[in-house]
Nanobody, 113 residues
Framework: QVQLVESGGGLVQAGGSLRLSCAAS????????VGWYRQAPGKQRELVAT???????NYADSVKGRFTISRDNAKNTVYLQMNSLKLEDTGMYYC???????WGQGTQVTVSS
């Protein structure tokens, strides 16, 4: 069974940075599209960024220029570098490969003023 473990969240002031990690077992991230998603309180889960098999990336308009998704093949880990964090970036962040039909436990990001 695929296990996804997100980490790296925390409390940060607006303008600060965090790096989230998503480590996987039971799946090779190199052969799947992996996305980072987030869910703010009272809102639907939304796609934040994706990284493809070839390493190409896509971002939601709200995070373009501030977030960077990357993959370490040797560690089978996908990262989300988040800079210039805003209050509206607060939420639970999840990673999920396209081929996996369930979510991990997520990691909480809270941006304070």
């Amino acid at each position: 069974q695929v296990q996804l473990v997100e980490s790296g969240g925390g409390l940060v002031q607006a303008g600060g940075s965090l790096r989230l990690s998503c480590a996987a077992s039971g799946i090779d991230f190199r052969i799947d599209v992996v996305g980072w998603y987030r869910q703010a309180p009272g809102k639907q889960r939304e796609l934040v960024a994706t990284i493809s098999l070839t390493g190409s990336t896509n971002y939601a308009d709200s995070v373009k220029g501030r977030f960077t998704i990357s993959r370490d093949n040797a560690k089978n880990t996908v990262y989300l570098q988040m800079n210039s964090l805003k209050l509206e970036d607060t939420g639970m962040y999840y990673c999920k490969p396209n081929s996996v039909g369930y979510w991990g436990q997520g990691t909480q990001v809270t941006v304070s003023s």
